[in-house]
């Protein structure tokens, strides 16, 4: 097992990197990727190894995540879009984060998809990971990620 410093600098860019795409809010995703990593040095002897430390840092980040938004009364109710998904102009990130206009072309149509849909392709594309490993996350099987990710792939096509 590595230490928490090592596991820190190796997977905060990762974890960061989920929550934004989650808050879509640098300062959010920055504050709940400090509890995150907080909580898991309270919480590092639950750790079981039966997944990846990052699957489970970003499990830790997304209940995080699902408690701000019940906290803050922002949850989705009856398809209602929930105000703290709105995205903020794309060509005010960080040029670390969307380098090139094929990404924001690419995030602007992601946008369009549902939550669930969104997620997933985030997952894979930024996260780079399995489909397994993004079905532990979202507490879902690894075929109904990988049939989401494909649908959603396809409806971006239609996407403009």
Known sequence: M?????????????VNKYLFCLTHNKDISEELTQETFYRAIKKIGTY???CKISVWLCQIAKNLWYDECRK?????KNGEENPLFDIQALNTLDEQVISNDEKVSLYKRMQKLDEKTREVLYLRITGELSFKEIGIILN???NWASVTFY??????????
Do not use: A, M, P, S
């Open 2 to 14: 590595q230490n928490i410093e090592q596991i820190y600098e190796e997977y905060f860019e990762i």
């Open 48 to 50: 079981k190894g039966e």
């Open 72 to 76: 803050n009364k922002r949850i989705i």
């Open 140 to 142: 879902k099987t690894e």
């Open 151 to 160: 649908r959603g792939k396809n409806k971006l096509k239609e996407v403009d």
